[in-house]
T-cell receptor, first 111, second 112 residues
Framework: QKEVEQNSGPLSVPEGAIASLNCTYS??????FFWYRQYSGKSPELIMS????GDKEDGRFTAQLNKASQYVSLLIRDSQPSDSATYLC???????????FGKGITLSVRP | EAQVTQNPRYLITVTGKKLTVTCSQN?????MSWYRQDPGLGLRQIYY???????DKGDVPEGYKVSRKEKRNFPLILESPSPNQTSLYFC???????????FGPGTRLLVL
């Protein structure tokens, strides 16, 4: 069973701080990695995708991928109350491109 | 506007009464998928389709059926719903197998 694990939450940070969200995956053949944000009662929306080792930055968000250690992380700089949501890590593996989600971590940014 | 639509958005039904949740995308995506989301269990894939007339089981296919007769539509069918199928359902689509998936707004189903 291919698994995607996210560190237990919830996570609470003060406004302006850096929020660090981590995710590990079990299948070494995984090829595509995604972070989705989901507000309560809403559908997941893509924040970042990353396919190769290293960092990928988009505004206040940075995704980091380390395939050797099988982890992917998301850093949110200058956290805002509007960043308060559940963040889902998702990993694609195999020819059928099955997308496996972690259970998510809930982030709360305190004003 | 590029989007994935689902209908109905909310549904209350009784055990055993067949129902269909529709999903449609206007982005000419080949890949479509159904998920259910339950507290503590996260998003789990029910079925997926890589193209017209090509469907396959995901992690939790029991009690569900799908069809893909047209590229844009991917309905989810519950032939005989049971209370354990009470959940929040999402349809998603992507251009190709490795592309980003875009999610519909969700369908909240309650089976009594």
């Amino acid at each position: 069973q291919k698994e995607v694990e996210q560190n237990s939450g919830p996570l609470s940070v003060p406004e302006g701080a850096i929020a660090s969200l981590n995710c590990t995956y079990s299948d070494r053949g995984s090829q595509s990695f995604f972070w989705y944000r989901q507000y309560s009662g809403k559908s997941p929306e893509l924040i970042m995708s990353i396919y190769s080792n290293g960092d990928k930055e988009d505004g206040r968000f940075t995704a980091q991928l380390n395939k050797a250690s099988q982890y992917v992380s998301l850093l949110i700089r200058d956290s805002q109350p509007s960043d308060s949501a559940t963040y889902l890590c998702a990993v694609k593996t195999g020819a059928n491109s099955k997308l496996t989600f972690g259970k998510g971590i809930t982030l709360s940014v305190r004003p | 506007e590029a989007q994935v639509t689902q209908n109905p958005r909310y549904l209350i039904t009784v055990t055993g009464k067949k129902l269909t949740v529709t999903c449609s995308q206007n982005m000419n995506h080949e890949y479509m998928s159904w998920y259910r989301q339950d507290p503590g269990l996260g998003l789990r894939q029910i079925y997926y389709s890589m193209n017209v007339e090509v469907t396959d089981k995901g992690d939790v296919p029991e009690g569900y059926k799908v069809s893909r007769k047209e590229k844009r539509n991917f309905p989810l069918i519950l032939e005989s719903p049971s209370p354990n199928q009470t959940s929040l359902y999402f349809c998603a689509s992507s251009l190709g197998v490795y592309e980003t998936q875009y999610f519909g707004p969700g369908t909240r189903l309650l089976v009594l």
